[in-house]
């Protein structure tokens, strides 16, 4: 059995190559039928709770989002005894009450990347495999992350539609219009495949979102690093007060089915 087993899996996205207050026993590499994941995993505690940390766009933070190995990443969180995963993703706003530095905990997201590796079922199969994804993310686990937000108050949306982009650029003010007829609520780059490569492996899976700007369109001015930056300065404590006080309960959490 791995030292991991029962942790809790950690994907750090921009503003997040590193956790702070976690305490650190080791790092390990993980190889995986798909390859290396973007980072090596940083195993330690947090609030008393096994954690497996990955950086998402490497360490440094150099990997685009439509070039992230999705799958090694999952699957070496998975070999690593992980069942629960929080994405933490900086993301766009769009509904007008998720602004830069707000915390969003999600709870659909629609997929509008293309080209990426996105299924562990494929290649030479006994059989197809479909998932149910009609509630991308895990409810006992977003309902975790509420409480510790609500405990610690600490700000935060307990609704949106995640809307998934292919990047690296931003997109244009018509694409966020279109987004937002569409009933998207946020915009990011990295919250597909993620998402349904969790759930393939019957892993719960949780989005814990940092609004970074305003999309495209939604404010006065062009989205500049600078924004961005301030944005993960003043809202990141948030995202990592949630992330400490909800480990006890996310640990309690067993691994879904799994698919058949």
């Known amino acids: 059995m791995s030292e991991t087993d029962g942790a809790i899996g950690i994907i750090g996205g921009t503003g997040l190559?590193?956790?702070?207050?976690?305490?650190i026993a080791g790092t390990r590499t993980i190889e995986t039928p798909w390859g290396a994941p973007s980072s090596e995993l940083t195993e330690g505690r947090l609030d008393g709770q096994r954690v497996a940390f990955l950086?998402?766009?490497?360490?440094?933070?150099?990997?685009?989002?439509?070039?992230?190995?999705?799958?090694?990443?999952?699957?070496a969180l998975y070999d690593a005894g992980v069942r629960t995963?929080?994405?933490?993703?900086?993301?766009?706003?769009?509904h007008p009450d998720m602004g830069p530095a707000s915390v969003v905990i999600p709870d659909q997201i629609i997929d509008y990347t293309w080209g990426r590796a996105g299924t562990f079922f494929e290649g030479n199969?006994?059989?197809?495999?479909?998932?149910?994804?009609?509630?991308?993310?895990?409810?006992?686990?977003?309902?975790?992350?509420?409480?510790?937000?609500?405990?610690?108050?600490?700000?935060f949306t307990g609704f949106g539609v995640y809307g998934a982009t292919q990047g690296p650029r931003l997109e244009t003010a018509a694409e966020i219009r279109r987004m937002e007829r569409d009933g998207c609520d946020l915009v990011g780059m990295t919250g597909m495949?993620?998402?349904?490569?969790?759930?393939e492996l019957g892993m719960r899976y949780v989005c814990l979102g940092l609004v970074v700007n305003w999309a495209?369109?939604?404010?006065?001015?062009?989205?500049?690093?600078?924004?961005?930056?301030?944005?993960?300065?003043?809202?990141?404590?948030?995202?990592?007060?949630?992330l400490e006080v909800s480990m006890t309960g996310l640990g309690t959490l067993t691994a879904l089915p799994q698919p058949s």
């Open 193 to 199: 495949p993620e998402a349904a490569l969790a759930a």
């Open 216 to 242: 495209a369109g939604k404010s006065d001015h062009i989205i500049t690093m600078e924004e961005i930056e301030a944005a993960i300065e003043q809202g990141m404590s948030g995202v990592r007060k949630i």
């Open 55 to 75: 950086s998402r766009h490497g360490n440094p933070h150099k990997i685009p989002p439509h070039e992230v190995n999705y799958r090694a990443n999952i699957k």
């Open 85 to 94: 995963v929080i994405g933490v993703n900086a993301v766009g706003g769009i």
């Open 17 to 23: 190559t590193t956790l702070s207050g976690l305490e």
């Open 125 to 155: 199969l006994d059989k197809v495999t479909h998932i149910d994804f009609t509630w991308p993310y895990d409810k006992n686990a977003r309902d975790l992350l509420m409480q510790a937000a609500t405990a610690h108050d600490v700000a």
